[in-house]
């Protein structure tokens, strides 16, 4: 009897040693998963630089390809931005809307915009903007509300502004040859930082390739400021 009962408390103690292992081992592996994923999901902004956007047009010149001129490129005082996403979007809206009436993260001093060095000879920036249409349903026409519709803009609560959030990307390339001509054109400006996170932002660059990388190109502008982002536009051709 005594030595059943001393082999069974010998097994049952095994078993609680080896839960109480396994337990640890489980405990352990959980605090590591969450530290893991702690680190991983954590970000970290480095400013990179600064830039005034002056507005946007489209690319021109001799070397520029005819598909290359129908991009849009937002005009900095030390870069320019080839738009590969949401230039369409942009577009429409600009020439489908009173551009009087068009914001940018109007509740903003600056624009945030991320940069990263996908390769030795291609940097890219990335964001999402917010854009809002200021005025109040009630005075909207049958047509502005068919094309806020189409543009998928949402109305705010109060009715007073309608808005929708564009994610762009582009590439960077030096400022517009014909910068000097359009800095004396157009005064207003709006300021636009760039961070670098810790992460990895994973770009398509391909359509880059239209424009030579790392050249200057002449813009076009078109004749439409738009108040907050200040996008001073001149004889653009889908106006």
Request: proline share 3%.
């Amino acid at each position: 009897m005594c030595v059943f009962e001393y082999g069974w408390l010998k097994r049952f103690w095994m078993m609680v040693a080896a839960v109480l292992w396994l337990t640890g081992l489980s405990g352990c592996a959980t605090m590591k998963m969450s530290e893991a994923t702690e680190t991983t999901t954590s970000m970290s902004k480095k400013l990179v630089y600064e830039d005034a956007i002056l507005g946007m047009g489209q690319p021109t010149g001799e070397n520029i390809s005819e598909e290359a001129r129908n991009f849009l490129a937002l005009i900095g005082q030390k870069q320019t931005y080839l738009l590969t996403e949401g230039a369409d979007e942009i577009k429409a809206i600009v020439k489908n809307l009173d551009g009087r009436l068009i914001g940018v993260n109007q509740d903003q001093e600056f624009i945030e915009m991320s940069v990263a060095q996908d390769s030795k000879d291609i940097q890219s920036i990335a964001g999402e903007v917010r854009i809002t249409y200021n005025k109040p349903t009630d005075r909207l026409s049958v047509q502005e509300r068919k094309v806020l519709e189409q543009l998928k803009f949402t109305t705010a609560q109060d009715g007073q502004v309608h808005q929708r959030n564009l994610y762009i990307q582009g590439i960077v390339y030096p400022p517009a040859k014909n910068l000097q001509a359009i800095q004396s054109q157009f005064k207003q400006t709006r300021h636009v930082k760039f961070y670098q996170t810790e992460y990895k932002q994973h770009y398509n660059p391909l359509r880059a390739v239209l424009l030579p990388l790392g050249v200057a190109f002449d813009v076009i502008t078109a004749p439409i400021q738009i108040p907050i982002w200040f996008f001073a536009l001149k004889n653009m051709k889908i106006m």
